[in-house]
């Protein structure tokens, strides 16, 4: 009868504290929004600057691939982060240059565009890229140019749909719903790893709300203790296109001249 008793005492002590580690668990999950995932995800550490080389597959919906090379520099100025891309192979797209410079929210929320140049050599002339532009396809990629750098949080309102598993990682999956509705991509849905707030997946809607585009990242890992994403794959599921970004020689925090984030190193061809 005792042992009974004591098994009976221990059983229930062993069930109180499932309860209260569990009860702690859904409190701390109820208490995160989705604009706080989305805003933790943003301040997740990229380093004072990064750099890396890249190899984009594009496919087309017969199977033809088209590979070229890139290398991309970034550099954290505080409020202002300045980016550039540059193509260097193959011929025909050797020495096209993009440079983003990307503005943090003020204090108060609002928000600035960023600005936006490309450089196209067999023209020898830089373009700006604007408005509506920004939502254009990057280079014939699967990626459009606001793609290439970091949205705002200010553009968009955040609803938290619940947590899932996504190629074997625990997530949260958010709903981000952009303020301008005549976007080209009103509507996305991002899952968020709990591990790292990295972005696991991502699918893209159309005005009308149809699936445009998915977005699948992985090789995720620490590089220098900064999470990094190895690949990026993006397919467009209306017109059957897909794009592969592998990153490669990823470093962080090395010293980078500021003369290269300048639309005059572009057109002179002199960012290595």
């Known amino acids: 009868m005792k042992k009974t008793e004591s098994t009976l005492r ?15 668990r859904l409190a ?8 706080d995932i989305a805003k933790r995800a943003d301040e997740v550490d990229k380093g004072e600057t990064s750099s ?7 496919v087309d ?17 505080g409020d202002t982060e300045k980016s550039v891309v540059v193509f260097t192979t193959p011929k025909d797209v050797a020495g096209v240059a993009y440079l983003m410079f990307e503005y943090d929210d003020a204090p108060d929320g609002t928000s600035k565009d960023s600005d936006n140049w490309l450089y196209m050599p067999a023209m020898k002339k830089t373009r700006r890229i604007s408005g509506s532009s920004k939502g254009d396809d ?13 949205r705002g ?10 947590e899932e598993t996504v190629a074997g990682n625990e997530c949260w999956k958010v709903e981000c719903l952009a303020k301008d509705k005549t976007e080209k991509n009103p509507r996305r849905i991002v899952w968020y790893r709990k591990d790292s707030y990295m972005v696991q997946k991502a ?38 296109h897909s794009t592969l970004l592998e990153m490669k020689d990823v470093k962080y925090n090395q010293p980078l001249n500021d003369n290269i984030f300048t ?4 057109e002179r061809g002199t960012v290595r």
């Open 203 to 240: 699918e893209f809607y159309d005005r009308q709300n149809n699936l445009q585009r998915v977005l699948e990242c992985s090789d995720i890992k620490k590089i220098d203790g900064i999470w990094t994403t190895g690949k990026m794959y993006i397919k467009n599921v209306l017109t059957n």
């Open 10 to 24: 221990f059983s229930r002590l062993a069930m109180l504290a499932f309860t209260i580690v569990m009860g702690t």
């Open 28 to 35: 701390f999950a109820q208490q995160l929004t989705g604009y």
């Open 263 to 266: 639309v005059a190193s572009l």
């Open 138 to 150: 990057f280079m014939g990629t699967d990626f459009t140019y606001e793609d290439m750098g970091d």
């Open 153 to 162: 949080l200010s553009k968009d309102t955040f609803n938290l749909l619940g």
């Open 52 to 58: 890396y080389t890249a190899t984009m597959t594009l």
């Open 61 to 77: 919906k017969k199977g033809s691939k088209r590979v070229r090379e890139i290398m991309m520099k970034s550099k954290d100025y």
